[in-house]
C-alpha cells in the first residue's frame, strides 16, 4: 500500500504508485521486444509501443488485481494486452485514411515515419500480439481465467465494442449525435477496453464473480467519464462525438462527476484495497493530460 | 469416409468431401453473423467473409480434426479463426497503400465498396472475431487445446509469420530475393497459417503430441506447395517473392513435387485416416485455381 501522510490523514500516494507500476509495465515492453527481430516492422511496432504513453490501462489492471489480494504479476498478461491493442488501434486511427495525423506524443505518427502500409502492418500485428501474451501459459494464473480473458479482450476489442465504436464515430455525422448516441459510442470505443484491463487484471489474480461484476461496472463509470475529461481537456474539438460539442461544458463537467461518484460507489465493498483504483478513477476524470 | 470407386479401387471423393464441408463452414458463418448488428461494419466484414471463397483452410483444420478420430463440431472454433484472419488479411492487403486491388474473387474489394476506413477497420475486427471465436468455452474441447491453439494462431497471425511475412514481402526489392528468402516468406505469409489450422484441428480433437509435430511438417509442407502452386498458376507475375520469378517454372515445379512427396510422408502413419488430407494436399499442390 502505497499511503503518505498529508495533515496527519493517511492518503494513496498516488504519484509514487504510477511511478513503480509504470516502469513495471515498461520493463515487461522492453523484455518482450527483446526477443523479436530488429527489422523495419519490429521497429515500427516498437515506435508507439515502447516510448509508451501513461500507461494508464495496464497500470489499472495491476490495481485491479492488488484490489483483490493478488499480485501485480499475475496482471501482466492482460495489463500488456490492452496495451498493445490500445497501441494498435492509435496507430490506425492515425492513419491517412482515418484521422490523419501526422504527430502523437510528440513524434511522428508510425505511417509518417514508416508509410502507410507499415503502420497497417504494425497495427495488425500489434493486435496479434496482445493476444499472444495473454493465451501463454502463466504458472500463476489459472487457465480459465486466461482463455475467459482473452474471450473478453476479443469482445472489447472488435466490431462490437473499440472498433464498432470507433465506425460509428466515423460513419456519423453531426446531426445524428444525441446524449444516447454519444454514451454509446464512448461505452465502446473507451469503456470497454478500461473495463476489460480492470476486470481481466482481477479475474487473473483470482477475484470471485460478485468483485468481477462490480468491479465491470466500476470500469464502465470510470471509462466513460476518462473520455468526457479528455473531450473537456480538447474544449474546442468540433470531433462529431465530442462530450463538449453534444452536451455543452457544465452538462459534461456534471455527468464526468456523477459517473466518478458511481463508480466509487461500485467499489466501496472493497474498502481500504480499493485505495488504488479510486486514486487512478478520480486522476483519469481530473487529470490535466 | 468418403470412399468413391474409381477403376475397382477405392479412392477418395474430395469433390463430395468438399463440398459437405465447406457447406458446415458455410453453415457456420452465416449462423455466427446473424448475432452480429446490420451497420456499415457489419456488411463490410460480411462482403468478403460470407459468399467466401474455396474455404480451404477450414476444411484442412476439419479434415485434420477427423485424420485423428475426431468430429468436424470439434474443430470449428479453429477452422472459422483461420478464415477470419485469412479473410481480414486479404482485406488488408488489397488497401490501396497495399497492393491496390479493385477486384477480389469477381466483386469490388472491401475498401472500394465501403471507403478505405472501413475496410481497415472491417479487418481490425475480423481479426479480433477470430480470437473471440476460438477462446469461446466449448463442450466437446479442453481448455487447455483451445487456450495453446489460440496461443499458435496468435504467433501465426502476427510479426513473427503472417504480418511479417507480408512486411518483408513489402520491403524486399527484385535483387534481394533469392531461393532461401523466398521460402522464408512464403513460410511465414502462407504456410504457418495453414499449418495451425491443421494442428489446431487435430489439437482440438484431443490428438497427442507425436501426431501435432507430424501434423505441423506436414502443414508446413503443404503450405509451401500451395504458394508455389499459386505462383505457377499466375506464371507472369513480376511479384518480388513469386517462386516463378525467383526460380524459374521448371525449378518452382519440381520444389512443389518434392514438398508434396515430403508432406505425404510427414503422415504415412495415419495411414487411410490420412486420406482427406493427402486429397486436399493434392487438390491444393494441382488445381486450377
Given amino acids: 500500500m502505497n499511503l503518505a501522510t498529508q495533515n496527519g490523514v493517511a492518503t ?3 504519484h509514487a504508485y504510477l511511478e513503480a507500476r509504470t516502469k513495471q509495465v515498461n520493463g515487461f515492453f522492453e523484455q518482450w521486444m527483446a526477443s523479436r527481430s530488429e527489422g523495419v516492422l519490429a521497429q515500427a511496432i516498437r515506435h508507439l509501443l515502447l516510448p509508451g504513453g501513461k500507461r494508464f490501462r495496464p497500470v489499472l489492471a495491476i490495481a485491479a ?11 501482466l498478461p492482460i495489463a500488456a494486452a490492452v496495451e498493445l491493442i490500445h497501441t494498435y488501434s492509435l496507430i490506425h486511427d492515425d492513419l491517412p485514411c482515418m484521422d490523419d495525423d501526422d504527430e ?20 495488425d500485428a500489434l493486435q496479434a500480439m496482445a493476444f499472444e501474451v495473454l493465451t501463454r501459459r502463466h504458472e500463476d494464473v489459472s487457465i480459465e481465467a486466461l482463455l475467459a480473458t482473452a474471450h473478453d479482450l476479443a469482445r472489447a476489442a472488435g466490431d462490437l465494442n473499440l472498433v464498432g465504436g470507433q465506425a460509428d464515430d466515423i460513419l456519423f455525422g453531426a446531426d445524428d449525435v444525441d446524449a444516447a448516441r454519444l454514451e454509446s459510442v464512448h461505452r465502446r470505443k473507451t469503456a470497454a477496453l478500461i473495463a476489460v484491463a480492470i476486470v481481466g487484471g482481477a479475474r487473473l489474480a483470482g477475484a470471485d ?22 473531450d473537456l481537456l480538447d474544449e474546442t474539438s468540433e470531433e462529431v462525438c465530442s462530450s463538449v460539442r453534444v452536451l455543452g461544458v457544465a452538462a459534461a463537467r456534471a455527468r464526468c462527476e456523477e459517473l466518478l461518484a458511481q463508480a466509487f460507489d461500485e467499489i466501496a465493498e472493497l474498502g481500504e484495497c480499493g485505495a488504488a483504483l479510486r486514486a487512478l478513477a478520480e486522476f483519469a476524470v481530473r487529470r490535466e493530460r
Avoid: N
Avoid at 65 to 75: D, K, M, P, S, T
Avoid at 104 to 122: D, K
Fill in 12 to 14: 494513496f500516494d498516488l
Fill in 65 to 75: 488485481a492488488e484490489a483483490v489480494g493478488g499480485r501485480a504479476e499475475q496482471a
Fill in 104 to 123: 502523437r506524443r510528440g513524434q511522428p505518427t508510425v505511417h509518417v515515419a514508416y508509410g502507410e502500409a507499415i503502420a497497417v502492418l504494425a497495427g
Fill in 209 to 230: 464473480v460478485l468483485t468481477l461484476q462490480r468491479l465491470q461496472r466500476f470500469g464502465e463509470c470510470m471509462g466513460l467519464a476518462f473520455q468526457i475529461a479528455d
